[in-house]
Nanobody, 122 residues
């Protein structure tokens, strides 16, 4: 199994910055896409950003130009740099990945972290 552990959430003022980290551990034969989702209070979970194993990225329109996703392939870690944060960015942020835990698992499985709270408020 693959475990994802997020860190870096917290309370920040509007216009501030935060950097989220997510480390994958456990049985990992290969890692495919890694990404971040968020769930604002009372709303559905939504995609924030995703990065492929080759480094291609995709962002939600609402965060383009403010957020940046990156990964350390050797450490199976993904980061989310969040700048110019707005109150509407307040949410629980979840790390997600597609990974093959062993060679016999031919199709990557999908895994979720427990989530980290990000609150943007003055």
């Amino acid at each position: 199994q693959v475990q994802l552990v997020e860190s870096g959430g917290g309370l920040v003022q509007p216009g501030g910055s935060l950097r989220l980290s997510c480390a994958a551990s456990g049985s990992i034969f290969s890692m495919s896409a890694m990404g971040w989702y968020r769930q604002p209070p009372g709303k559905q979970r939504e995609l924030v950003a995703v990065i492929s194993s080759g480094g291609s990225t995709n962002y939600a329109e609402s965060v383009k130009g403010r957020f940046s996703i990156s990964r350390d392939g050797a450490k199976n870690t993904v980061f989310l740099q969040m700048n110019n944060l707005k109150p509407e960015d307040t949410a629980v942020y979840y790390c997600n990945c597609n990974a093959r835990p062993r060679p016999s698992t031919l199709v990557p499985l999908n895994y979720w972290g427990q989530g980290t709270q990000v609150t943007v408020s003055s």
